[in-house]
């Protein structure tokens, strides 16, 4: 009723509009705030919902829920994803987003909502940016989306989603080859437990290592090791800092046994240390660590070598 009249009154004459408009543009007023009230929540609470909508989508992607995902579109809404492929129904994104959490198990996702509009009552649109995040050795990955929502029986449910990749600014390229490390090692023996654990940090820039010794209990050493690129050696770098205060660099080259590690530093004391350190990487096998270190020397004096020791991969909890 409120459209026809509206039509109406925009195909009088000059004479007559002069004297409907009051009337007519009272009833055009009074039947567009009805329907609003019957069928839209107005800007401020549509906007909360479909910003709810998101932070829903977030908690059931972090649980790796492919169907509490799907529940949030309509029943024949779709998803074109930045490769253009198409997936139209909940049961076909269902399929595509349980296929994603089978491949990256890890995959974490992050959200920036840049503009909410609602060209009607019971439409929005949502522009934004969401990156995911894995520990797995897969390169980071975002995107630009424009969600149309629609209110289905009180409800927002997301009508349609296009999604477009862009770069995410990383030096992941140079340090994938190291993906392999990401993970927790461990090793027990004769009273003492070593634990080292290797993340990407830094839009995967990085890898960042923490590890901890502990004898009869109690902790004797820890630290942390950050490796990335560096774009004047043109090569891979490491930067360690430990418990007791020192700290120190060192240069990462291929090795047949798997990664050669020249490294120099500085004790808590002042006194310049040197080491060549070899990460012994089985061919073909992920979850066994070797480490020894050759060639050790604290200011003048000759250290002997370590002996070899083996750390096995920590099962990651599911």
Not at 116 to 124: D, K, R
Not at 201 to 214: E, G, L, M, P
């Amino acid at each position: 009723m409120c459209h026809f009249a509206t039509r109406r009154l925009l195909r009088l004459p000059p004479g007559g509009l002069l004297l409907v408009v009051p009337a007519a543009a009272l009833i055009f007023v009074t039947c567009a705030a009805a329907a609003e009230k019957k069928t839209g929540d107005g800007p401020v609470q549509g906007e909360a919902a479909i910003r709810a909508t998101a932070a829903a989508f977030i908690k059931a992607f972090d649980a790796r829920d492919a169907k509490a995902i799907a529940s949030l579109w309509t029943a024949n809404g779709s998803l074109a994803d930045e490769e253009g492929h198409l997936f139209k129904g909940r049961k076909s994104i269902e399929e595509q987003y349980a296929a994603l959490f089978k491949e990256h198990p890890s995959a974490r996702m992050q959200i920036g909502i840049k503009s909410i509009e609602f060209p009607t009552p019971t439409t929005a649109v949502e522009d934004g940016v969401a990156q995911v995040v894995t520990r797995d050795n897969a390169p980071p990955a975002a995107s630009r989306y424009t969600a149309l929502h629609v209110q289905e029986d009180g409800k927002w449910l997301m009508a349609s989603v296009r999604e477009t990749s862009i770069a995410v600014p990383s030096n992941y390229s140079r340090l994938q080859e190291l993906g392999w490390l990401i993970g927790g090692w461990e090793r027990k023996d004769d009273g003492e437990t070593i634990h080292s654990r290797f993340r990407w940090i830094a839009n995967k820039s990085f890898i960042q290592r923490d590890y901890s010794v502990h004898r009869g209990g109690l902790l004797t050493s820890s630290g942390t090791q950050i490796i990335g690129w560096d774009p004047r050696a043109d090569q891979v770098r490491s930067w360690s800092f430990d418990s007791s205060g020192g700290y120190g660099t060192a240069q990462w080259t291929a090795a047949p046994e798997g990664i050669r590690l020249d490294s120099t530093g500085v004790t808590a004391d002042g006194l310049s240390t040197s080491s060549k350190e070899i990460l012994i990487r089985v061919p073909g096998e992920d979850n066994v660590l070797g480490w020894r270190s050759f060639d050790r020397k604290a200011g003048e004096m000759k250290l002997p070598d370590t002996r070899e020791v083996v750390l096995d991969r920590v099962p990651e909890k599911r």
